[in-house]
């Protein structure tokens, strides 16, 4: 028995010290393979964290071009096209602008960039006699023969070159044939120029209340409808149909362009607002002061504009198309001067209605449309925001009324609604 317990006594001193000699290989052999492990690990974490940065780094300076820079003191406009900036802030007036290329631009969005010397020579350096007076823009033909009217963009400060950017950006982004359409820009330097297709029968304005001398045509009852329908229709696109949607905020005749088959389009986009689902406050010094006949009231008194706001606005050029007056006009007697005030309470009486008319349309249209018109008028123009109609429900009432004065329209070389 005391044998076996110094046997047992002496195999376990063998085994302590066997401990002791394998103990720190045993650790160098595991350490090493987690060090390893761990070394690769962060070598992978930190070459994918540098190729992000790296793509983020491109990124910005793809997009650097197209960006508004709002630290600027003085300009902030920068085509979106390609563009050559090689000369220094000093010699540009302290700004770098974009400066297109010599010769046309590929389109970006279908719009065109366009130089000062071809918008100089399209119009004829802005020459007197291109001058479309009721426009205030020049009436030019590009190179490829493509006649255009070319507007200077006005000149505001800071929220000019702002301005300018936001109606280039929309305007490339709206497509619809009762809209005019936006053929390109020129953003060259200090100047600021908008080319939209030319609209060859004038605006609404020249044929309801002309003020120069060229004369047009008297717009038969069938154009007229024709020009409800399609104003209509573009305000229905803008509304309803536009992603995001848009609120015009500046509907009068004016505004309102006719081409050659007398299809009205849709033109003076400057106080536009994207999103027509939300309330926009539009400070008062930014309004247009002198179309307050076309201001729904809350908009002239609150500046809150939504859609409705534009539907009211509608109403008036419903009301200048039925009658032939003008939506302010302090040379009529008193109480006739505001079309909406000396119109709404007639509207809704037969006899009064067929009075209102426009005398160069007497005994020219049906009783039945014109009573119809004047009821759409009336819905426009309520007070109250809430009563007033949706522009897809003004579509559908009119397209009935377009159907019957075909034959009228086909005399005037009409295409389709």
């Known amino acids: 028995m005391a044998n076996n317990t110094n046997q047992h006594d002496h195999l376990e001193r063998i085994a302590h ?64 096209s390609t563009i050559n900036i090689s000369s220094s802030p000093e010699e540009n007036g302290g700004c770098l602008y974009g400066i ?3 010769g046309q631009l590929g389109k970006v969005r279908g719009v065109q960039v366009f130089t000062l010397k071809e918008a100089e020579m399209a119009t004829g350096k802005f020459s007197e006699a291109n001058l479309i007076r009721s426009r205030g823009a020049y009436k030019g033909v590009l190179g490829d023969g493509t006649v255009v009217a070319v507007e200077i963009f006005g000149r505001h400060g800071r929220q000019w070159e702002r301005s300018f950017r936001s109606q280039v950006d929309l305007l490339s982004q709206l497509c619809s044939p009762y809209i005019a359409q936006l053929l390109g820009y020129c953003a060259d330097h200090h100047h600021r120029l908008l080319i939209f297709e030319h ?35 573009a305000l229905e696109y803008l509304h309803e149909k536009a992603a995001p949607s848009v609120i015009h905020g ?38 247009v002061i002198e ?16 859609a409705k706001s534009d ?31 000396w119109a709404l309470p007639r509207l809704t009486n037969r006899d009064e209605v067929v009075d209102m008319i426009d005398p160069a ?20 123009v309520q007070a109250e925001a809430d009563y007033r109609p949706l522009m897809m429900d003004v579509v559908q009432s009119l397209i009935p009324l377009l159907k019957n004065q075909s034959h009228v329209l086909s005399s005037f070389n009409s295409n389709s609604m």
């Open 17 to 80: 010290q066997s401990r002791h000699e394998i103990q720190p290989s045993s650790v160098l052999i595991i350490a090493i393979p987690v060090i390893i492990i761990i070394l690769i690990l962060a070598i992978i974490v930190l070459v994918t964290l540098l190729r992000r940065l790296r793509i983020s780094s491109g990124n910005n300076d793809t997009n650097s071009c197209e960006r508004v820079i709002d630290d600027s003191n003085k300009c902030e406009f920068i085509a979106h």
């Open 100 to 102: 297109s290329k010599v």
């Open 199 to 233: 609209a060859s029968n004038g605006s609404l304005q020249d044929h309801l209340h002309p003020r120069h001398k060229v004369q047009f045509k008297t717009l038969s009852w069938g154009i007229r409808l024709r020009i409800a329908l399609h104003c209509a229709r």
């Open 250 to 287: 500046n509907f009068r005749c004016s505004n309102i362009l006719l081409d050659h088959n007398f299809r009205a389009k849709l033109t003076g986009f400057e106080l536009a607002k994207a999103g027509s689902n939300k309330l926009h406050i539009v400070p008062i010094k930014t309004r």
């Open 291 to 306: 179309a307050t006949g076309y201001l729904a009231p809350e908009y002239a008194s609150t500046g809150k504009l939504t």
């Open 311 to 341: 539907v009211y606005s509608y109403g008036v050029v419903l009301l200048e198309l039925l009658t032939g007056r003008e939506p302010i006009d302090t040379t009529r007697p008193p109480g006739e001067h505001t079309l909406v005030s």
């Open 361 to 380: 349309l007497r005994n020219m249209c049906p009783k039945k449309d014109l009573l119809q018109v004047a009821a759409i008028a009336a819905m426009c």
